[in-house]
């Protein structure tokens, strides 16, 4: 896990991303996570490793599975405490 | 489920917090509709621990104080009847009838191909400022802006505050251009953070290169360095991250759905906002890219029409057309240069969802055509990466968009199954 900024009053908790437990800030987005992590959100359709793009929810680039959901846009969705997040 | 408005607005940025707000006052019963999970639209976005900008501050206590119904992180995705809206949130749906609709559904950020744009570490401008916001640290990364549009000094400025170090910004619009936009600049909020920014890099000594594009970015895993042209001159930056954007492109797409007629490839309103269908307006970027001051007073002026205030609505209407010269003005100066055609190669994506390249497309008559042959655009984005990029690519226009305007659930599609008969009847 890497060192994770303070914020001033910031509430943080853990998540679990592609196994491991990850330390992130209230508000976070999932995107943001898979990106700090330096992780891919998705591979493409021949296997290329893809990142977010767009960040406001039109692209797809962002799309990883959230608690056993597919395909939602992490970049919409904030980081919820004990959520497991499967990218790349 | 369904549940009755006076007034829906779809999209809580500048023009939609003022239109819900104004119409609420009136004592309009209004649902405000966004996708994202939280109030401001991209232009208002708010970073982890910092509390909204003042202006949106304003709106977000006049929207709570006249009791509007904000719905945030559901998005319109059918129409399964004349003034019904089926929104959809992770596989939940509901209906929203509605009286009047208004449309302030914003703009996009304008993606070009070009050799390596689909590595990890390139990101949109716009994209990486609103990742950054989100909790992504940009302390200590090298990183490019490039592109074109006022945001790109807006997103360097940011990014710089947020710790990253600005190798370069990158404009590809020549300075004659600029300049000639800077002296015309009337002093509004869009164009001060334009100027504001512009200054701050200044200060801080980042090259704002005009006239210069990038050609490529290179990494095996991910973003290495990239390939810029400046007049004459190619020379390569060492960068960890690439954030870029060709300005903005209106979303248009639930207008579209609805029947109302574009103009331009922007929505057609008249003086009080009205489009084409009776009883929808649409204000903000998608009427023309103009930023925070137009859409404000775009959505004002579209509330007091819908309250029956049409006068007081025309008070504001020489404010409006005002603004209309600016976007005129920052259409010009951000025109997109011809060269940017010839940027992406044989195996360059041009669709990211479905792996298209550039060989091939440029045979196809049409984004149809394309679709059918390549499967180009028929990704889970439908077409809003690619259509904006082979529009400038190709002339293609973007055929209508189909519903559901976004990949949806099963269950959301059999609810629009359920409603046929009675529609057919």
Redesign the interface.
């Known amino acids: 896990m890497r060192p994770q900024r303070l914020l001033p009053n910031g509430e943080s908790f853990v998540i679990r991303l592609n196994g491991q437990l990850m330390r992130v800030h209230a508000g976070m987005t999932v995107a943001a996570a898979i990106l700090e992590a330096g992780m891919a959100s998705r591979l493409s359709v021949r296997g290329d490793r893809r990142q977010p793009l767009c960040g406001m929810g039109i692209c797809y680039e962002c799309r990883a599975s959230i608690d056993g959901q597919a395909h939602q846009r992490t970049c919409q969705i904030q980081c919820r405490p004990g959520m497991t997040v499967v990218a790349g | 489920m369904s549940e009755a408005f006076d007034l829906v607005v779809v999209g809580a940025g500048p023009g939609g917090l003022a239109a819900a707000a104004t119409a609420a006052e009136s004592g309009m019963r209004v649902c405000l509709l966004d996708?994202?999970?939280s109030a401001g639209g991209?232009i208002w976005r708010t970073g982890?621990?910092d509390g909204p900008v003042k202006t949106a501050r304003r709106w977000l206590r006049r929207i709570e104080i006249a009791r509007v119904e904000a719905r945030f992180?559901w998005?319109a995705v059918v129409a399964p009847a004349p003034g019904v809206l089926r929104i959809e949130q992770?596989?939940l749906f509901a209906d929203l009838e509605y009286a009047a609709l208004v449309l302030a559904t914003g703009a996009?950020?304008r993606?070009l191909p070009f050799p390596g744009w689909?590595l990890?570490?390139?990101?949109?401008a716009?994209?990486?400022?609103?990742?950054v916001k989100?909790?992504?640290?940009v302390?200590g990364k090298r990183v490019v802006i490039a592109g074109t549009g006022p945001l790109l000094p807006a997103v360097a400025a940011h990014l710089r505050a947020a710790g990253a170090r600005i190798v370069s910004v990158v404009e590809q619009a020549p300075m004659r251009r600029l300049l000639k936009f800077s002296a015309g600049l009337l002093g509004g909020q869009t164009g001060k953070l334009f100027e504001g920014a512009g200054y701050a890099l200044r200060l801080a000594g980042v090259p704002y290169r005009t006239g210069a594009w990038i050609m490529r970015a290179h990494g095996d895993?991910?973003l290495e360095r990239v390939t810029i042209l400046a007049g004459l001159n190619v020379f390569e930056l060492e960068a960890d991250m690439l954030a870029f954007g060709y300005h903005l492109v209106p979303?248009t797409e639930l207008a579209q759905l609805l029947h109302c007629k574009l103009d331009r490839g922007y929505v057609r309103v008249d003086e009080l906002q009205r489009t084409s269908v009776k009883g929808i307006y649409c204000v903000g970027e998608s009427t023309g890219i103009g930023g925070v001051d137009k859409a404000q007073l775009e959505g004002r002026i579209a509330a007091l029409a819908t309250a029956g205030r049409p006068d007081e609505a025309r008070t504001l209407t020489g404010a409006r057309d005002r603004q209309m010269n600016f976007v005129r003005s920052l259409a010009d100066a951000f025109a997109l240069r011809d060269e940017l055609r010839y940027l992406p190669e044989d195996d360059t994506l041009v669709c990211?969802?479905?792996?298209v390249p550039y060989r091939g497309l440029g045979g196809c008559g049409s984004l149809r055509e394309a679709k059918l042959h390549t499967r180009c655009g028929m990704?889970?984005?439908q077409g809003?990466?690619c259509g904006a990029a082979s529009e400038f690519l190709f002339g293609w226009k973007a055929p209508a968009p189909r519903p559901p305007l976004f990949?949806v659930e099963v269950a959301t599609l059999a609810g629009v199954i359920e409603s046929a008969p009675a529609r057919d009847n």
Do not use: H, K, M, W
């Open positions: 996708d994202n999970p991209q982890l621990g992180g998005r992770s596989g996009r950020e993606f689909t990890p570490g390139v990101y949109g716009g994209g990486l400022q609103a990742f989100s909790g992504f640290s302390r895993e991910r979303n990211r969802c479905e792996d990704g889970p984005c809003r990466i990949p």
